[in-house]
């Protein structure tokens, strides 16, 4: 008799060769733009995790593929990486780590490059995620969440031009010229 344990298995993981091109690619451009923009935005900090001591209650964690990115002290974008079939259920991280962030800001644009066999409106990360994501997929929601899908791979130019996108609109819509 063959008992089942449920979660991930010791021995296994819960990626493919897909699901570790986004997170490598949403990690290493996370450096790439921290370095153009902090050239800029003197007052941009990236943190590849939150703190506990930044985590609501302090337990848990918190460590987008893409980071969580401060201004002024002000955690302004968050950017993260999903890989979903059409089955099963990568999403609940998701929207523990969504609600973390929104504790700390509710104005944060909390933004998820979705691929895989589910990552359409009507699949499976399009179901899980469609009630966060009330204006739509594939699109720019400022201080709210934006989800990308696509069912294939995400090229390194489209990414970081949304991320630079997304910290730019955030810094000079929280903090105008004025401040800055």
Request: aromatic content about 10%; overall charge positive; charged content about 20%.
């Amino acid at each position: 008799m063959t008992r089942f344990n449920g979660g991930i298995q010791n021995g296994t993981v819960a990626t493919d060769a897909r699901a570790r091109k986004l997170d490598d690619q949403c990690k290493h451009l996370k450096e790439e733009v921290y370095s153009v923009l902090s050239k800029i935005y003197p007052e941009l900090v990236l943190q590849k995790k939150l703190t506990k001591a930044q985590i609501p209650g302090g337990i848990g964690a918190c460590e987008p593929d893409g980071g969580a990115w401060f201004y002024n002290g002000v955690l302004i974008a968050v950017f993260e990486g999903k890989k979903q079939q059409d089955r099963g259920n990568a999403i609940e991280r998701w929207f523990k780590n969504n609600y973390i962030c929104r504790k700390i800001n509710p104005e944060v644009s909390y933004v998820t490059f979705c691929t895989g066999e589910g990552a359409y409106a009507g699949g499976q990360i399009g179901k899980a995620l469609n009630i966060a994501h009330l204006f739509g997929f594939n699109q720019y929601n400022p201080g709210e969440n934006s989800a990308f899908l696509s069912t294939d791979c995400f090229i390194r130019h489209d990414i970081n031009t949304i991320m630079v996108q997304v910290i730019s609109e955030r810094i000079n819509t929280l903090f105008p010229q004025s401040d800055i």
